[in-house]
């Protein structure tokens, strides 16, 4: 588990969240290598579910480059079997979280 004090603000809503509701998770995971085309660290493990969600805020994700490089690591998770979620920064407001968290554990994405 990664060290709290280092998590964005957005991982620490979801820490808070998941915490709150006694969710086992692991957080900061490594995927797949470090420098490996598709490697990525995904925010949030919920290995029960073989769900894996990512915080997505729009400062370093909007890019090209990072939508490429995040659409990578999406297709590698899943080829993987894993359920993958991305929690985009507008959907983790304090008046939308609940209903984000409860669709993501369900394994489903807020419509953008």
């Known amino acids: 588990m990664a060290d709290y004090e280092f998590l964005s603000s ?5 820490y808070a969240w998941l915490s709150q509701r006694e969710i086992p998770f692991t957080s900061q995971e490594r995927m797949f ?20 969600l990512r915080c997505m805020g729009s400062y370093w994700h909007s ?7 995040d659409l990578l690591g999406k ?14 920064e507008e959907d983790l407001a304090d008046d939308r979280i609940d209903r984000t968290m409860e669709l993501a554990l369900e394994g489903v994405e807020m419509l953008k």
Do not use: C, N, P, Q
């Not at 490996?36 to 493990?45: K, M, P, Q, R, Y």
């Open 10 to 14: 957005l991982e620490k809503k979801v």
């Open 33 to 52: 290598g470090i420098a490996e085309l598709g490697s990525a660290t995904v925010d949030f493990i919920i290995g029960e579910r073989r769900l894996a």
């Open 63 to 69: 890019s090209m480059e990072a939508k490429a490089r």
């Open 75 to 88: 297709e590698k998770l899943i080829e993987k079997g894993y359920i993958v979620v991305d929690l985009w």
